[in-house]
Each structure stands twice: as C-alpha cells, then as structure tokens.
C-alpha cells in the first residue's frame, strides 16, 4: 500500500510502485483534469505540484510521492477562482485548452517562487509546456496579471484551496 494525499484527501493506494502517477490521478482517482501529452516529460500537459513543486506525473513513479501532497487541477482552488486561473480567463489563453491544466500549474508553481516574474523569468519556468495552439503570448499576459493578485493575497500558499 502506498500513502498519499490527493488534494487533500489520504489515500492508500494498492498499485505496483512504479506507476506513474499520472495514472494514479487519473485512472485510480478518477480525476481526469491532468492530462496525458507526451509520456516522456517533454510537453507539460501532465503537471501537477508535489509538496508545492510543480512535476511532470507521466515520469514521477506513485512511490516517489508516497507520504507526500499532490496538487491537481481540481483542487488548485474553487472551481477557477484561483488567481492564475481568473487570469487565463480575463487574457483569453485557452482555445482547444488541452494544455492548460499544466500550463496553469507551472504558473502557479513559478508565482509561488517568485511574485513578480520578468518575461524571461516566464519563458524559462513555462519552457517546458508545450501549447499547440500557440497562445504564448496570452499565457505570459495571463501570469504577469496574475502576478499582482497573487502578490496582494499574502499568506496563501500555491497550490491550496482558499
């Protein structure tokens, strides 16, 4: 049995070690808002945030995060009230929006670290994220507006529920 907490919520899980986590999250958890892109770690669709540190779950094996907090989409906060997420909406990011739960979470992730990101501190942290529809430009937008309401909610942590 492998420990886990799951947005909150514990659970001992009966899976081979080795799994990826992100069929953990998806196919033993039933949440399906992390999604499956590339398998090797390339495309960022599948980040999610380990003890606040965003993580590509295709690659990350579920003993890896034993006894550790996971972060989904789902519960990155009420549904789309997060910062980052008002955000994305307000600079109109997403448009197949396949991409955009592992955008959201490495940005969040890099807000966490840093508040007040210059372009280039954007373009490498969200490197990793592959967007096929190419809003790049929206999504660099999007966290530099979220940046000053994440700066203006002191004390919340990334990656929690208000």
Known sequence: MIPI???GKAYELDVPADMPLLWVIRDELGLTGT??????ALCGACTVHVDGRAVRSCVTPVSAVAGKEVVTIEGLSSPGMHPVQQAWIEEDVPQCGYCQPGQIMSAV???AVNPH?????IEQAMAGNICRCGTYQRIKGAIHRAAGKVAAEPGRP?????
């Open 35 to 40: 999604k499956y892109g590339c398998g090797s």
């Open 5 to 7: 907490k799951v947005n």
């Open 117 to 121: 990101p210059s372009d280039a501190d």
């Open 158 to 162: 990334a990656g929690r529920k208000p």
């Open 109 to 111: 992730a890099l807000l």
